[in-house]
């Protein structure tokens, strides 16, 4: 649970440096950008660390990657999370109910596309894009035509399998670390 308290704490503290829009511009064009920027704050921020500690990784594991590929993952993984859709209290309520109630939280989670929505009805769709956010972040991905990224972004909190791609496997193991 102190590993959660960082991460909220990382969250509240924010930002993002000229190194961080260099690294962006490096990996991802335009269209790319547009889903990274949709993102709030600090899951860019996120997202820039899972990166940062993938190329670390891979750096160390000496195996044979795509590092472009890897790259482009780690920093669109979580797109499938929008400013619209989660807030950062909302996270931390999927946090705890999800940990101390996960039965119930599963139930609670309701996809609602309506703007005018009650606050209820704003945790539910909350909870449900904290649990289906990489399904839905694959879906964009794939409509701009990035189907080998959609793959593995599809898979990054699914539980390993023989034959995940050393790409899959290293943005699993660098998202943990963050």
Not at 89 to 112: E, G, S
Not at 133 to 138: D, L, S
Request: hydrophobic residues 40%; charged residues 25%.
């Amino acid at each position: 649970m102190i590993q959660r308290v960082i991460q909220f704490w990382r969250a509240i503290n924010a930002h993002l440096s000229g190194s961080d829009f260099d690294f962006i511009n490096i990996y991802l064009n335009k269209k790319e950008q547009n889903l990274f920027f949709a993102m709030r704050l600090y899951d860019q921020r996120h997202v820039l660390n899972v990166a940062y500690t993938a190329r670390r990784l891979a750096q160390k594991d000496g195996g044979s990657i795509n590092e472009k590929l890897l790259m482009k993952a780690c920093l669109l993984h979580d797109v499938g999370r929008t400013a619209e859709d989660i807030f950062l209290f909302d996270k931390v309520f999927a946090v705890l109910l999800d940990k101390y109630l996960p039965k119930t939280a599963h139930k609670l989670a309701k996809y609602n596309n309506s703007r005018n929505r009650s606050f209820w009805k704003k945790r539910r769709h909350a909870l449900f894009i904290y649990y289906h956010h990489a399904a839905i972040g694959a879906e964009k991905l794939q409509k701009i035509k990035l189907y080998d990224i959609a793959e593995i972004i599809k898979y990054h909190h699914a539980p390993p399998k023989y034959g995940d791609c050393r790409e899959l496997i290293i943005l699993r193991k660098a998202d943990s670390l963050n």
